[in-house]
């Protein structure tokens, strides 16, 4: 088993619909949670992190958190094209010196439709 | 503010020779990442600094691998004498020290071994 898993996709959605991206994951030490966006042949920039259980809202993205179920999704309202990227579930997996270790999903790609 | 930049964008080379992968991270962060990724597969963790030192190591594949962060600023990472299985995208990131939420992703050197 995998220890952060994510449909691969490609996830496809009209342009102005909700788009909804789900992760799970083995450790269920994990403190907290990341998701990442990343466009083709750039960087990985993060959208959201959260930490406690229940939802987390910021503008049009909002992450929830499910502890129990060892579950964490990523909704995003009034999909645009310029959303079309592939989305990295992370989770931090130790804090080393003050740092910050993750271990990601193989990521789920997004396309939002004209 | 100059975000985490990395050089080669793209580097070629056969198997057995040698490549040098830099890394400079955003101004007073601390804390220097190098992650992996192999197509096909999620983002690996190599190894973490703090500063000038070595934190944790245990994602380094192989002791073909070496990172140095000279004077806690810039990184290298060389492999040698390079495989096929090296291929791949090596990222490097960085954070603030006692930060454990975003880490700052540079776009990557694409690493391909013939």
């Known amino acids: 088993q995998k220890e952060v898993e994510q449909n691969s996709g490609p996830l496809s959605v009209p342009e102005g619909a909700i788009a909804s991206l789900n992760c799970t994951y083995s450790d269920r030490g994990s403190q907290s949670f990341f998701w990442y966006r990343q466009y083709s042949g750039k960087s990985p920039e993060l959208i959201m992190f959260?930490?406690?259980?229940g939802d987390k809202e910021d503008g049009r993205f909002t992450a929830q958190l499910n502890k129990a179920s060892q579950y964490v999704s990523l909704l995003i309202r009034d999909s645009q094209p310029s959303d079309s990227a592939t989305y990295l579930c992370?989770?931090?997996?130790?804090?080393?010196?003050?740092?910050?270790?993750?271990?990601f999903g193989t990521g789920t790609q997004l396309k939002v439709e004209l | 503010e100059a975000g985490v930049t990395q050089f080669p964008s793209h580097s070629v080379i056969e198997k057995g020779q040698t490549v040098t992968l830099r890394c400079d991270p955003i101004?007073?962060?601390?804390?220097l990442y190098w992650y992996r990724r192999v197509m096909g597969k999620e983002i690996k963790f190599l190894l973490h600094?703090?500063?000038?030192?070595?934190?944790?190591e245990s994602g380094m594949p192989n002791n073909r691998f070496l990172a140095e962060r000279t004077g806690g600023t810039y990184s290298t990472l060389k492999v040698q004498p390079a495989e096929l299985e090296d291929s791949g995208v090596y990222f490097c990131a960085s954070s603030r020290i006692g930060y454990t939420g975003e880490l700052f992703f540079g776009e990557g050197s694409r690493l391909t071994v013939l």
């Open positions: 101004s007073g962060h601390d804390n």
């Open positions: 959260i930490y406690s259980n």
């Open positions: 600094f703090v500063k000038e030192s070595k934190q944790d």
């Open positions: 992370a989770v931090n997996s130790g804090v080393t010196g003050g740092g910050n270790k993750l271990t």
